[in-house]
């Protein structure tokens, strides 16, 4: 449903990124498709709407998945699903219910959220394409952030899945450790529980297993 590095599909072309320091994020294109639209990274209330003939998908204006509704079943198959990135360790915190209670932080561990103009950075950039959504925003420690959230288009009969592609540029001089995780309500509006599986021919872009799925914890080069 969700892949950190974008795996397969009809993934849009990644532009270059311009600029230097920790300005806001811009996109910028030889030349620019005349169907898309740049709007600041807080002037969105609502994100765009995806679909193909299987599948139809709604997001938040923050760029994240708010749905994923399956035309098959008439039924929605998957809630918001987000990345988040961290430094230091994560463990998740479960309620008293059972239920994810959000993130708890073990030593030294720190949550990264997108810089603003109060930071004296920008608010960030989101770009509106009729086949995708993909928001920029910069982080602490100058590293630059694109995420480009699309459904396949490549045929009349593509299925009902969504894809996003997280691609992080290290701006500084400075090696940096960046723990990239996932989180997503994947029950939809499903009454039973949901029981997940790894499916290896998902990821064609990596090898390694635990970097595709439980988050980088490489340096970002």
Not at 48 to 72: K, P, Y
Not at 111 to 123: E, F, I, V, Y
Not at 199 to 216: F, I, K, M, V
Request: with cysteine; glycine share 16%.
């Amino acid at each position: 449903m969700a892949s950190e590095k974008g795996s397969g599909g009809s993934t849009p072309p990644s532009g270059a990124r311009g600029g230097q320091g920790s300005g806001a994020p811009r996109t910028t294109r030889p030349h620019p498709h005349p169907h898309s639209y740049h709007v600041p990274g807080d002037g969105l209330a609502f994100g765009a709407s995806l679909g193909n003939a299987h599948g139809w998908l709604t997001m938040h204006g923050d760029g994240s998945i708010q749905e994923v509704f399956s035309r098959d079943i008439a039924t929605t198959v998957a809630n918001t699903i987000a990345v988040r990135y961290s430094v230091g360790h994560h463990t998740p915190r479960v309620g008293g219910d059972g239920n994810h209670a959000g993130e708890e932080m073990a030593s030294g561990g720190v949550q990264l959220r997108p810089l603003s103009a109060a930071d004296g950075c920008g608010n960030g950039e989101i770009e509106l394409h009729p086949a995708y959504q993909r928001t920029g925003f910069v982080l602490s420690g100058d590293l630059r952030v694109e995420e480009t959230v699309f459904v396949p288009l490549a045929t009349d009969d593509d299925p009902c899945v969504a894809y996003y592609h997280v691609a992080v540029v290290n701006m500084s001089a400075v090696p940096r450790a960046l723990r990239v995780r996932a989180f997503g309500r994947l029950r939809g509006g499903f009454d039973a529980d949901l029981a997940g599986r790894y499916d290896p021919a998902l990821e064609r872009h990596s090898s390694n297993r635990e970097r595709a799925w439980q988050g980088c914890r490489d340096g970002v080069g």
